[in-house]
């Protein structure tokens, strides 16, 4: 594979240079989409999600929730019969997909903030923080609240967050990210 | 032997029961965990999902903390944690970018040295010990070894057992006495990740495994991951429907330290949502007959 | 003074546009040594080789110089030409300033100026160089055939026709390979067995074949023309010359639970048995590690345990204490037909390269079978008698899913070439099973239906439009047992949608793989194989039934996958050439080998263990009274291939290959 390829500027050339994967290697066998746990709830199966990226269809990628529904079970992954890790492409596409600032269905993309805030902010994740936080985000108060008592009763949910020394090592390692994402993003 | 312990957000909060059951377990059988100071999130499903350089940090700082508290191995019982951090341990070894990349930003000497264990390699090679301890043990207790997704996905970086045909989770239930059914389920994914956000998907999915894991006989699911747990156990209700009998989900730990005979509020059972009773009643004195029985 | 002749030729464009050839030919004309330097468009061209012609008899040269293309591309048309003229043609060489320095530079100046110096090095080489004489050695008109399935049936049967005497080795009791086992054949659906018996009891009955079965090549020596095999004869603890294969042992064997090889192990054979019942020969074999007498021997048991057999024998042709034996073939070529084997899916594999199928139960979900288990089921003369029905239980499948491509097209499982065969024989797998179950369904999971043959096409298409094969295009992820069905967990990337199927039974389209073996027996054949161990042809366009050793040549699916008509044409092909070679009184060949200087050879032997083809003999010398004086290297001029290695290694120097020497590539060096 050329050098090139990577600042062709096609969609195959980003996630190669992002993950070192080649996207061309997939076939079409559809053996990731045979195996998916949430095959049947995707409109774009995983090896559709793979041929677009090889023809760099990436509005319709992009503007599809398909590729917010997988799951990383690396079931495709493990099974691929000719090593091109569509989880980790998948991966990388969100990523994409994100820096193009195409959005994610409401419900998973206010899940992934509000988990990812309760690390920013207490360095671990504290399951009623993350559910209020994401309660406040999607205005779906009503979610869960069934399971809630039984888990409180039972020592499940920690009501107070417990902070960590390196709180500060983990706010840099967030702006780092941030920052570099905004500057991959143009 | 001491070990470096990576409990994870799950173990300090929903799952503390797998945390207690481990303890429990770790004087019969000799082991001594030392937990991680100052340990952090590994960034779970939500870093790896929208940001991968996010995702390597996260789990490398837990790594390079280990590294510098002389840790040279650590134990994460969480599938996911485990998965984190084996990830990008795996990652960095194979990216050179990445690995200076790391240690730029951990301003830090990391070599990434440290090893990453799961549950299951923890406990395999203990099946003889566990055996010897278990006097009645489980007194064949007919379980279905879940091992769902990351524990041995993808090969590479999980690098333990079989990853098609696995064998070790029913080894070790097998020595604390049980008899692990054959079932076809048992690798497929419950759906954790969506548990919140898409729960659904997720009844579907974990129906699917109770009902596969019912009909191969099964008295209760063992699992080695809190995600799966709660998934599994919290919602189960929501997946069953009306009349169909509750299937208790036993940590791995758990179900080790019924076998060597330990007390049930030692293992956090009362902990569930479904509920242990019957199974407890069913392992301690008398059980052996109703298994005849049923 | 020598008297050199230099031919310099344009190629037409091809050196003139970038070699001044005119001044090539000038310069190189007041060498000393140089009586004559012409140059010309065309060198090869009739009028350019009568410039070659005329010069040698005009001038009276004793060697000659073409400063032209490559050696392989026209060394043997100048060499012929001096040789019409009376000159020995090993005086005669070719400065390649074409591929070497035309093709390659863009400067003219500097292109001329190399064309020159390498034109100038042959000069001085040739002045060095001596008359040779082309080695000539007999030809043994017998033909070794390795292998008795249907290539080297066909193989064996063309030599004998064409007049050559043929030895045909097969390891198995019975020649008649894997087409013996197939029910019918693609596209026409004839009968296997209908069309390849005749040909089995042909080669029985031929008068120049000589069948050696159950027997396998031991180790191989010689060279074209003169091989000598030394083959193992397996013990059958039958004696072939008594037996009249009445049958009388088999059905006497008290263990008739034995699975069969014939049968995939879906049927039962007794211990001593014959495989089939058109077997050739029909002889029995007693297999020992199933027989009561071997198995009570090993244990130590006084008295045998058995015997039934020897006491039905009515010609006492049975003999519990027959040995292997070993007998030594002279023959003049070898054809190497050894076959396939199907790929398994299960855990433990011959090679670390190859992974099983952990997501399709590694082979342990009953009624997951592979297709040459499917030809037994669907044979009239198979273990169920053509009727389908499932191992487990028996039960006739009404839903039957066939997986392409398992094995192939992997890389995963360590496989990524495709097994050719497998799209064809599916489609007719369908058809035979429609056949056979009016209200079954057949479904086929595929990547691509690869169906480039005659007829091919249009057997696949109508296995799918009117014989109700329903075709999905994707992989399986996982095969599950559950209950009395197989669930089949695919996709149809057509469609775009998951599918999962309910089976009764799977049928795998597994890898064709070579014999288990073949790398060792090319070892002794001294011939090169691929990867995963296929033969490689001479050349992959040019020479495909030959093989990196003269005289071997590969027939049939040991080569690559292969079909039926594929193997039968390599296998002509090879009898073709076998026979070309048998047409030959005595070979020629260049006598451009090594030779060894007896008197300053000090018996060190790195030579003998350096050369790749096993030409250094030792031979003893000895004074005139017969006193040992020495041992010293000697080279086998049949065997030698002329690398040149010996010459390189040998310390003392004694060592020189013939139109190579020393000499010449230092004066060819120093002229430069």
Redesign the interface.
């Known amino acids: 594979m050329s050098e090139h390829e990577s600042f062709d500027g096609s969609l195959a050339g980003e996630v190669r240079a992002?993950?070192?994967l080649n996207v061309s290697a997939c076939?079409?066998?559809?053996?990731?989409?045979?195996?998916?746990?949430?095959?049947?709830?995707m409109s774009l199966?995983p090896?559709?999600m793979l041929r677009l990226a090889q023809v760099d269809s990436r509005e319709r990628l992009f503007e599809d929730d398909s590729i917010?529904?997988?799951?990383?079970?690396?079931?495709c992954?493990?099974?691929?019969?000719?090593?091109v890790?569509p989880?980790r492409i998948i991966?990388?596409l969100?990523?994409l997909a994100?820096r193009a600032k195409a959005s994610p269905?409401r419900?998973?993309a206010?899940?992934?903030r509000s988990?990812?805030e309760?690390?920013r902010e207490n360095?671990?994740?504290?399951?009623f923080g993350l559910?209020a936080n994401?309660k406040m985000r999607t205005g779906d108060l009503f979610?869960?609240v069934t399971?809630a008592p039984?888990?409180l009763v039972?020592?499940?949910?920690?009501l107070l967050p417990k902070g960590?020394?390196?709180?500060g090592?983990?706010r840099?390692?967030?702006a780092?990210?941030a920052q570099?994402?905004r500057k991959e993003g143009r | 032997m001491k070990l470096g312990y990576f409990p994870g957000c799950s173990l300090h909060a929903t799952a503390r029961e797998f945390d207690r059951s481990l303890k429990a377990i770790a004087g019969p059988l000799g082991f001594e965990l030392e937990e991680l100071e100052d340990w952090s999130c590994c960034g779970a499903t939500s870093a790896h999902q929208t940001n991968h350089l996010l995702a390597v940090l996260l789990a490398a700082r837990n790594l390079a903390l280990a590294e510098s508290q002389g840790i040279r191995q650590v134990m994460a019982p969480c599938a996911a944690c485990f998965s984190r951090l084996a990830t990008a341990r795996h990652e960095i070894a194979h990216d050179e970018a990445l690995g200076t990349r790391v240690n730029e930003v951990l301003r830090g000497e990391f070599a990434n040295s440290v090893e990453v264990q799961s549950i299951l390699a923890l406990l395999r090679p203990m099946t003889s010990k566990i055996q010897e301890s278990a006097k009645a043990g489980l007194r064949g207790l007919k379980v279905a070894c879940y091992y769902g997704c990351l524990l041995l996905r993808p090969p590479e970086v999980a690098q333990f057992d079989d990853v098609e045909a696995p064998s070790s989770m029913e080894q070790i239930v097998e020595a604390a006495g049980a008899r692990p059914v054959k079932w076809g389920k048992r690798l497929d994914c419950c759906g954790a990740g969506l548990s919140i956000s898409r729960t659904a998907s997720v009844v579907r999915l974990g129906r699917a495994i109770l009902e596969d894991a019912r009909a191969a006989g099964a008295e209760a699911l063992v699992v080695a991951c809190p995600m799966c747990h709660t998934n599994l156990d919290l919602r189960q209700k929501a997946m069953l429907q009306r009349g169909e009998a509750q299937l208790p989900v036993l940590f791995l730990t758990q179900a080790v330290g019924l076998g060597l005979g330990l007390e049930p509020g030692e293992l956090g059972l009362a902990r569930h949502i479904i509920s242990t009773k019957a199974l407890i009643a069913r392992v301690s004195s008398g059980g052996e007959s109703a298994a005849q029985a049923s | 003074m020598p008297r050199i002749g230099v031919f310099v030729c344009h190629c037409g464009e091809n050196i003139g546009r970038t070699v001044d050839c005119a001044r090539v030919a000038r310069e190189l004309g007041e060498l000393p040594g140089v009586a004559h330097a012409v140059d010309y468009k065309y060198m090869c061209s009739d009028p350019g080789q009568r410039l070659v012609k005329q010069a040698i008899a005009e001038k009276g040269l004793d060697g000659v110089v073409v400063a032209a293309c490559s050696p392989r591309m026209h060394e043997r048309t100048f060499r012929r030409a001096c040789s019409a003229s009376g000159l020995n043609p090993y005086l005669c060489e070719m400065a390649n300033i074409r591929e070497h320095c035309s093709w390659i530079h863009e400067d003219r100046q500097a292109a001329t100026a190399k064309a020159i110096d390498l034109t100038r090095a042959i000069v001085e080489k040739v002045k060095r160089n001596r008359p040779l004489e082309p080695i000539r050695i007999p030809v043994e008109k017998r033909a070794l055939v390795i292998g008795g399935g249907i290539a080297g049936i066909q193989a064996a049967l063309d030599i004998a026709e064409g007049g050559g005497e043929v030895v045909l080795v097969e390891k198995e009791p019975s020649i008649g390979g894997h087409m013996s086992q197939l029910s019918e054949t693609f596209p026409t659906l004839d009968c296997s067995q209908c069309i390849l018996t005749p040909r089995m009891v042909e080669v029985y009955q031929h008068p120049r074949i000589k069948l050696l079965a159950f027997s396998e090549v031991e180790a191989v020596g010689g060279y074209i023309g003169n091989f000598e095999v030394k083959i193992r004869r397996k013990a059958r603890c039958v004696d072939e010359t008594k037996c009249n294969g009445c049958g009388e042992c088999q059905s006497v064997c008290p263990n008739k639970k034995v699975p069969s090889e014939f049968d995939q192990e879906l049927g039962r054979r007794t211990a001593i048995y014959v495989p089939f019942p058109q077997a050739v020969p029909n002889i029995p074999v007693l297999d020992r590690e199933s027989c009561a007498l071997f198995k009570g021997r090993a244990k130590g048991f006084k008295e045998d345990a058995c015997g039934k057999c020897k006491q039905a024998c009515g010609r006492e042709a049975i003999d519990f204490e027959q040995q292997d034996s070993f007998v030594t073939e002279k023959v003049g070529a070898i054809v190497v037909a050894t076959g396939f084997q199907l790929y398994s899916i299960g855990k433990d594999q011959p090679t670390p390269q190859l992974k099983g199928y952990g997501e399709y139960g590694y082979g342990e979900i009953p009624d997951v079978i592979d297709g040459l288990q499917f030809e037994r089921l669907a044979s009239a003369s198979g273990p169920t008698g053509g009727v389908i029905k499932r191992p487990s239980d028996g039960k006739e499948p009404k839903t039957i899913v066939f997986l392409q491509c398992i094995g192939s097209r992997d890389a995963a499982k360590g496989i990524e070439y495709c097994s050719k065969i497998c799209c064809m024989y599916v489609a007719k797998h369908t058809m035979l099973y429609r056949h056979k179950v009016h209200d079954g369904r057949a479904y086929v999971f595929y990547m691509d239906i690869r169906a480039a043959g005659k007829g091919y096409d249009e057997f696949t298409r109508r296995a799918i439009e009117k014989e109700g094969a329903i075709y999905l295009r994707g992989r399986v992820s996982k095969l599950e047992r559950a209950g009395d069905v197989i669930k089949v967990y695919g996709a149809d990337t057509l469609s775009g949608e998951p599918v999962t199927i309910d089976a009764d039974m799977v049928v795998l389209a597994t890898a064709v793989r070579p014999q288990p073996g073949i790398e060792s027996l090319a070892q002794k054949l001294s011939i090169s194989y691929d990867a995963h161990g296929f033969i490689n042809e001479a050349h992959p366009k040019l020479r495909p039934v030959e093989t990196s050793t003269a005289g071997v040549f590969v027939a049939g699916a040991c080569q690559a996958p292969r079909d039926i008509p594929d193997s039968v044409a390599m296998a002509s092909a090879a009898a073709t050439k076998v026979l070309g070679l048998f047409s030959n009184k005595e070979l020629e060949r260049e006598p451009t080998v090594a030779t060894v200087n007896e008197s300053l050879c000090t018996g060190c032997f790195h030579c003998e263990r350096v050369c790749p083809y096993g030409a250094v003999e030792r031979r003893e010398l000895k004074d005139g009274e017969g006193n040992l004086n020495k041992v010293a290297a000697h080279v086998n001029k049949g065997v030698c291939q002329g690398c040149g290695t010996c010459q390189a290694t040998c310390p003392s120097k004694s060592v020189e290959l013939q139109g190579f020497t020393d000499e010449q590539i230092w004066a060819a060096i120093n002229a430069l």
């Open positions: 992002a993950t070192g076939y079409q066998c559809g053996k990731c989409t045979a195996g998916c746990p949430m095959a049947e709830e199966k090896h559709q917010w529904l997988c799951l990383t079970c690396e079931t992954t493990a099974r691929c019969p000719n090593g890790d989880a991966d990388c969100r990523e994100l269905p419900r998973i206010a899940f992934h988990f990812l309760q690390i360095g671990r994740v504290f399951e559910v994401y979610a869960d399971a039984g888990m039972r020592g499940k949910l920690a960590i020394e390196g709180i090592e983990v840099r390692i967030f780092t990210c570099a994402a």
